[in-house]
């Protein structure tokens, strides 16, 4: 793939002027050579005379316009490293007749003009004296004529107002327009040598031989370029792009949310995913995905300042253009959570929502039945009316808490959050502190539960999550429904440092309730220890509890991974391994296993260097900066392990939940499963 | 017309080089622009650099009206020069470039380009004026023959291509009242 000067965005350096002064040293030599250093010659084509011009600029854009569809079609360069003039039609009408009023009265054009000039032609330098007084004159009217409404706001870069963008081939296929533009220019051609036989004075350039090599080969070109495979749609490809594809698709910034993505997690009613519509408000009305809010792009920022960098917002429109204009925008706010849903609501519909029975390709029975799924749970039921307000509940038991837009709860709450929460009936708080302490004291209607009992042997390996039947149990027991919001209490005050009870066992019971598809959970900041400190409520009463029904998922957690997929992603340059033991542990200097040292292509970043005083986590800017060195981009694929997946659990939350990583895994085997594996690959 | 030699300046023996056959010549331009393309990432262009010129000695002037302009003023950069910019060092390329090849085919012809019939005095006032309106309808259209029509025109942008006919619409429309000047 060749980058560009403007696609790496270093046009203004010293070596792309030196290229572009080559380039135009090519350029100029051959327009004298064409006899463009002539008015006389320039401006025959305007009485049929001389038909040089159109034979040359013809020829010209025919021959770049195929190198350049090559280009595309080979993959050698990707067109969004050419830049576009963007499409301003009215400033392009009327320049262009004012232009040709200029051309045909001077006889020069600026690019001839100055090779005029460079032949001594006197009128060629009065005429380049003209044209710069003609741009001083524009700017000077410019502001007037944008009154006028002779042009456009959106003039050039399409800074203000409506964006103007470029537009190509009329809405044609690339390759049918390019050969209905060669057969053109091939006709054109043989028309001008018509006219110049029939004109006495007429061109002496006859094309002859070289004429008819040349509408040969264009049209051959032409037809060729049917022959070439459209490049596959790696992006969007579900079946599996290539590597190659995927770490373009990265180093290119592309935020991307895969629809299929963002169906099963609008479905699963996550509570720090926030989806947005930019259409209009008729669109809105006619269709939108459910749990989406309509905001209009003037009103992002203001609308999602509560959103900026907390959990995932994501935003659609029918394709990918205004979206991506809109990411960019809140990106300068310093928005660094903004997705863009791949190929917009029409590629939505087309992968989620096409019948099953409409498909092309065979899915296989689960595919299919989570089509179904889709379906119902976006098509199902009728769409709100004209009334954009908040989204219509989701079915799901579990999932309508969610739902509650207006009280969406954040990762991490202060107790200033809390307290004045205490006797909300929805809120349920979840101490892990060592029973003797939570025995002392404890928030008020806190319910003490043991982390280690979210874990167990699980298929011989120890220290598991338990399954997610057993997991309801236990909150049915603690009498927690699916609708709640749970808060959940860590101790450790910052001089006491002794194991256990940190922040990473908070994260822990976390990991439970999203096992069983509980999204609505979050961490006490500072924990017990902060709560207490600043004077807040605190009893030794136990509370009364009433259990509950809690159901269990039908379906496995998204974000649990094993040791097969985390092998199979050993040198995958599109995912990251995290490895978050102690460096020691990392670098095999200590071991409590058989073997030592890590995951090969692992990069080791110990949990512990996210911790501040007092396990809280180090200011976000900073852990965000951390983090941006070590995973390529907030879509990257990354899969967290350290030794029995508690440690883990803690720096899931945190790229999750607070950073905005879109693909967060969890290797909850973990070293332990990983070392005692003999046909595992270890390095050091 | 390679054959009207009538002011061979460079000595009566050494005509210039003939030109090259339009369809060759309309090739190898086709493929700078493909490098341009392919290099760069952006097209030719020529009328930015008349343009920036001009930003360039009107800012000596009046460089704060220059700064605050609505046009211009988006070209000002601090501690950047208004010509540092890619499409000057292209224009003074095709300037050079055309120097080199016009020496080399021996067609340095100084003077002014006109019919016999046709005064210097008003063959200049015409080219003076048409430099005025190609200057004013290369910004508003946001480029010339070159990065418009050729350019443009080559990514098949509609916006280019409608350009493209509009220029001969308005130089067909007009071509009766300028006659004369060829007229020998």
């Keep these: ?684 | 017309m390679n054959d009207k030699t009538k002011s061979s300046p460079t000595g009566n023996d050494d005509q210039p080089a003939a030109y090259w056959n339009p369809y060759a010549a309309g090739v190898l331009l086709g493929a700078t622009l493909l490098a341009s393309f392919l290099i760069l990432g952006a097209g030719l262009g020529a009328s930015a650099g008349p343009a920036r010129l001009g930003a360039f000695l009107e800012q000596c002037v009046l460089p704060d009206h220059v700064a605050q302009s609505d046009y211009f003023g988006a070209w000002v950069e601090p501690g950047k020069s208004l010509l540092s910019y890619y499409l000057v060092f292209m224009f003074g390329g095709v300037f050079v470039g055309g120097l080199l090849s016009a020496v080399l085919a021996r067609r340095i012809q100084p003077g002014v380009e006109r019919g016999k019939a046709f005064g210097a005095g008003p063959r200049l006032t015409l080219a003076l004026l048409g430099g005025v309106l190609v200057g004013f309808a290369s910004r508003m259209a946001n480029g010339c023959t070159s990065g418009q029509a050729l350019s443009g025109g080559a990514m098949l942008l509609n916006g280019s291509l409608v350009f493209m006919v509009c220029v001969f619409a308005g130089g067909y429309a007009a071509a009766w009242f300028f006659r004369r000047q060829w007229h020998d």
């Design chain 1, 1 to 684: 793939m060749i980058e560009t000067y403007f696609g790496a965005d270093q046009l203004g350096s010293p070596r792309a002027m030196v290229a572009a002064l080559l380039i135009g040293l090519a350029f100029g030599f051959v327009l004298e050579r064409a006899g463009f250093g002539s008015s006389r010659k320039l401006a025959g084509i305007f009485y049929f005379k001389d038909m040089t011009v159109l034979k040359v600029m013809f020829t010209a854009v025919i021959t770049a316009m195929l190198g350049l569809s090559y280009a595309f079609a080979l993959g050698w360069v990707s067109p969004d490293q050419v830049y576009a003039l963007p499409t301003v039609y009215r400033a392009q009408v009327l320049g262009g007749l004012l232009f040709g009023l200029g051309f045909v009265m001077s006889g020069w054009c600026p690019g001839t003009g100055a090779v005029g000039a460079a032949s001594g032609k006197l009128d060629a330098m009065v005429f380049l004296f003209g044209a710069v007084i003609g741009s001083v004159g524009f700017n000077e009217l410019f502001g007037a004529l944008r009154a006028m409404g002779l042009l456009p706001a959106a003039h050039e870069s399409g800074v203000v107002g409506e964006p103007a963008e470029p537009q190509v081939a009329f809405g044609l296929p690339r390759t049918l327009f390019a050969l209905i533009f060669t057969l053109i220019a091939v006709g054109a051609f043989h028309a001008a040598e018509w006219i110049e036989r029939r004109t006495a004075g007429g061109g002496s350039q006859r094309g002859g031989p070289v004429l008819k090599a040349v509408s040969i080969a264009m049209v051959v070109f032409a037809v060729a370029l049917f022959l070439i495979p459209a490049p596959a749609p790696s992006a969007a490809g579900a079946a599996g792009p290539s590597l190659g594809d995927l770490l373009q698709s990265i180093e290119s910034a592309e935020d991307h949310l895969e629809p299929e993505e963002l169906a099963d997690r609008l479905m699963s009613g996550e509570p720090d995913l926030v989806v947005v519509d930019v259409r209009s408000p008729a669109e809105y009305a006619a269709f939108h995905l459910r749990g989406a809010i309509r905001v209009a792009l003037p009103d992002l920022p203001a609308a999602l300042e509560s959103h900026k960098n907390r959990g995932v917002i994501v935003l659609y429109s029918n394709g990918m253009t205004h979206p991506a204009q809109a990411r960019d925008a809140l990106a300068l706010l310093g928005f660094r959570n903004v997705y863009l849903l791949t190929d917009g609501l029409d590629g939505f519909v087309e992968r989620c929502l096409k019948p099953v029975s409409l498909r092309n390709e065979p899915l296989s029975p689960q595919q299919a039945a989570k089509v179904r799924a889709w379906r119902a749970f976006f098509l199902g039921g009728s769409q709100p009316g004209p009334a954009p307000s908040p989204p219509p509940p989701p079915p799901e038991a579990a999932a309508t808490a969610a739902a509650k837009a207006a009280d969406r709860i954040p990762a991490l709450v202060d107790p200033q959050w809390l307290a004045p929460r205490l006797n909300d009936p929805n809120v349920k708080i979840i101490d892990v502190r060592a029973q003797p302490k939570y025995n002392a004291s404890h928030i008020p209607g806190a319910i003490s539960l043991n982390p280690e009992s979210v874990r167990g042997v699980v298929d011989g390996v120890p220290s598991m999550l338990l399954p997610a039947d057993m997991l309801a149990r236990h909150l049915s027991n603690m009498g927690i429904r699916p609708t709640d919001s749970v808060v959940i209490v860590h101790g450790n005050s910052p001089d006491d440092a002794e194991l256990g009870n940190g922040l990473r066992d908070a994260t822990l019971v976390g990991m439970a309730l999203e096992r069983v598809g509980h999204r609505t959970w979050s961490v006490l900041d500072g924990g017990f220890w902060r709560w207490a400190s600043e004077g807040r409520p605190v009893t030794a009463e136990l509370p009364k509890i009433q259990p509950v029904p809690y159901p269990v998922p039908s379906q496995p957690d998204a974000f649990t991974v094993d040791a097969r997929f985390v092998a199979q992603r050993i040198g995958d340059p599109s995912t990251v391994i995290l490895d978050v033991r102690p460096a020691e542990y990392y670098r095999g200097e200590k071991s409590d296993e058989a073997r030592a040292g890590h995951i090969p292509g692992a990069v080791n970043r110990p949990f512990k260097q996210d911790l501040g005083q007092g396990e809280q986590f180090k200011p976000l800017d900073e852990l965000e900066k951390a983090y941006q060195a070590l995973i390529p981009s907030k879509s990257t694929l990354v899969i967290v392990h350290c030794r029995t997946g508690h440690q883990a659990t803690q720096t899931f939350f945190l790229l999750r939940r607070l950073l905005g990583y879109a693909q967060v895994k969890w290797y909850d085997g973990g070293w332990t499963q990983w070392a005692a594996q003999s046909d595992l690959p270890v390095a050091k």
